[in-house]
């Protein structure tokens, strides 16, 4: 099995900056693509960012400019710099792992983000 960890979310100002983390675990050979989703109430969950292992990114159009990824592909570790954060950001935002491009997703816990003066 394969264990999905986030970490650092939480309350930030509008324009304020957070950087979350997500490790993956377990029985690991190799990870083909990280990413980041968020679902916000009544929304559906959507894709905010991807890496693959060989470094292609991928970004909804909403935080392009605002968000960066990056991976550590030693540690099978993904981090998503957040950047002049707007109160339409917030959400739970969960971590996901694919260990291959046709296995299923494995994801998070879900780490809360909440943009408020």
């Known amino acids: 099995q394969v264990q999905v960890v986030e970490s650092g979310g939480g309350l930030v100002q509008p324009g304020g900056s957070l950087r979350l983390s997500c490790a993956a675990s377990?029985?690991?050979?190799?990870?083909?693509?990280m990413g980041w989703y968020r679902q916000a109430p009544g929304k559906q969950r959507e894709m905010v960012a991807s890496?693959?292992?060989?470094?292609?990114?991928n970004y909804v159009d909403s935080v392009k400019g605002r968000f960066t990824i990056s991976g550590d592909d030693a540690k099978n570790t993904v981090y998503l710099q957040m950047n002049s954060l707007k109160p339409e950001d917030s959400a739970v935002y969960y971590c996901?792992?694919?260990?291959?491009?046709?296995?299923?997703?494995?994801w998070g816990q879900g780490t809360q983000v909440t943009v408020a003066s």
């Open positions: 996901s792992v694919e260990l291959t491009s046709y296995t299923q997703n494995y």
């Open positions: 377990g029985r690991i050979f190799s990870i083909y693509r």
């Open positions: 890496i693959t292992s060989g470094g292609t990114t």
